[in-house]
């Protein structure tokens, strides 16, 4: 009855409910960024510490690449990409990373066939790739991180499937 007397009062309803829904959205998406990224939280730094472990060598303990990375060495492979704002590490989804990360990659167009791109998958647990990935986003810009969120919503990270030790 109420609804048929007076059609506009839903709506405005839905309307105010649906602007509160996206402002606590954006305020808890902003507050979760602040957590995992402006400050030195226990899962940045266990991927800080894989980082420097396992990935500075190549690719500098700045993420800041080999230098010439953007072309073929003497060898006719592609150098270490830098991960920060510059490089392109951001433009691949969590399911991507992780991917390259354990199993390895190389530029198709290499002219030699070793994984130039280690691959981590006996050396690293999953939780530790995990990490190390969230530690290169807090090399990225903030708008290349929500970039590449949007595109880990729809490929993220493998489901956990850890086999305990028998
Ligand atoms: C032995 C040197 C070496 C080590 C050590 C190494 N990488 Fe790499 N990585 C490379 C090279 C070379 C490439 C570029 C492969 C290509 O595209 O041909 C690469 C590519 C990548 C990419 C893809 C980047 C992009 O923009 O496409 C990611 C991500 C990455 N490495 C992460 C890591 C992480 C994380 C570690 C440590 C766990 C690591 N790498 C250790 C050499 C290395």
Request: hydrophobic residues 35%; charged residues 25%.
């Amino acid at each position: 009855m109420k609804t048929k007397a007076n059609p506009g009062l839903i709506p405005m309803r839905k309307r105010w409910f649906f602007a509160l829904w996206l402002t606590l959205m954006v305020v808890g998406h902003a507050m979760a960024e602040d957590r995992l990224f402006s400050s030195n939280t226990p899962q940045l730094e266990d991927g800080k510490i894989v980082y420097r472990q396992y990935c500075a060598s190549c690719h500098g303990t700045q993420g800041e690449g080999m230098p010439n990375w953007e072309g073929q060495n003497a060898l006719g492979e592609l150098p270490a990409p830098p991960h920060g704002p510059e490089g392109h590490t951001w433009k691949h989804s969590d399911a991507m990373l992780y991917r390259i990360i354990a199993e390895g990659w190389r530029d198709p167009w290499n002219k030699t066939d070793r994984l130039t791109m280690p691959a981590y998958q006996e050396i690293l647990a999953p939780t530790e790739i995990r990490d190390v990935v969230n530690y290169l986003k807090s090399l990225w810009t903030q708008e290349q991180r929500r970039h590449q969120a949007d595109e880990s919503a729809e490929n993220p990270f493998p489901i956990q499937t850890e086999i305990p030790p028998e």
